[in-house]
């Protein structure tokens, strides 16, 4: 059964620091994996998505994720953390088409992002 | 402006009562779903439906119905048989299932039972 594991439930950093936020997946065949953001008592904003291709993806809001196959890993990163990317971040891992082709999302808990001034 | 219309976005049921989202876009997506969200269990899958007229359990269908006459709209009943409703609902959808396209998400309905 395909899996998504986010082993931290709050990360803590300061204002202009780079933050990492970690994914861990257990899928079988090629993952495609997502990564979205919330804001309090708002719906899901897309950051960005690893297919296929090169292992470091860049996506909204100066965030990237570096795809890691031997490690089972999709990191979101930002080099230089604001305020305002404080918000609940989540990772999710799509079955893959072929299989039986339903576009279903698997999430992880979610990590709560706090960026301190 | 595209996107996915969820109402109301509060809700309080009585215990006892079913109560209906609405979920709705005008995307031209084909396929559709159902999330609960509770605090630190993530997004949980309810009902999806690939196509109209066609819909299919989640993990946690027990308690809700759904139906799907229309493209643009696939609204969840949460019925009494429910135990525990309180929660915060999403909608999404994506242009087709099979596709690699990211999943767009609606602002989500907060259901309380009193």
């Known amino acids: 059964a395909q899996s998504v594991a986010q082993p931290e439930d709050q990360v803590n950093v300061a204002e202009g620091n780079p933050l990492t936020v970690k994914c861990t997946y257990s899928v079988s065949g090629n993952p495609y994996l997502f990564w979205y953001v919330q804001y309090p008592n708002r719906g899901l904003q897309f950051l960005l998505k690893?297919?296929?291709?090169?292992?470091l993806v860049k996506g909204s809001y100066g965030f990237e994720a570096e795809f890691n196959k031997s490690q089972t890993s999709f990191h979101l990163k930002k080099p230089s953390a604001l305020v305002s990317d404080s918000a609940l971040y989540f990772c999710?891992?799509?079955?893959?088409?072929?299989?039986?082709?339903?576009?279903?999302?698997?999430f992880g808990q979610g990590t709560t992002l706090q960026v301190k001034p | 402006d595209g996107g996915i219309t969820q109402s109301p976005k509060y809700l309080f049921r009585k215990e006892g009562q079913n109560v209906t989202l609405s979920c709705e876009q005008n995307?031209?997506?084909?396929?559709m779903y159902w999330y609960r969200q509770d605090p630190g269990q993530g997004l949980r899958l309810i009902y999806y439906s690939q196509i109209v007229n066609d819909f299919q359990k989640g993990d946690i269908a027990e308690g809700y119905s759904v139906s799907r006459e229309k493209k643009e709209s696939f609204p969840l009943t949460v019925t009494s048989a429910q135990k525990n409703p309180t929660a915060f609902y999403l909608c999404?959808?994506?242009?087709?299932?099979?596709?690699?396209?990211?999943?767009?998400f609606g602002p989500g309905t907060r259901l309380t039972v009193l």
């Open positions: 995307l031209n997506h084909d396929a």
């Open positions: 999710a891992v799509r079955d893959t088409p072929g299989s039986s082709n339903t576009g279903k999302l698997i």
């Open positions: 690893y297919i296929t291709g090169d292992n």
């Open positions: 999404a959808s994506i242009g087709l299932a099979g596709s690699v396209n990211e999943q767009f």
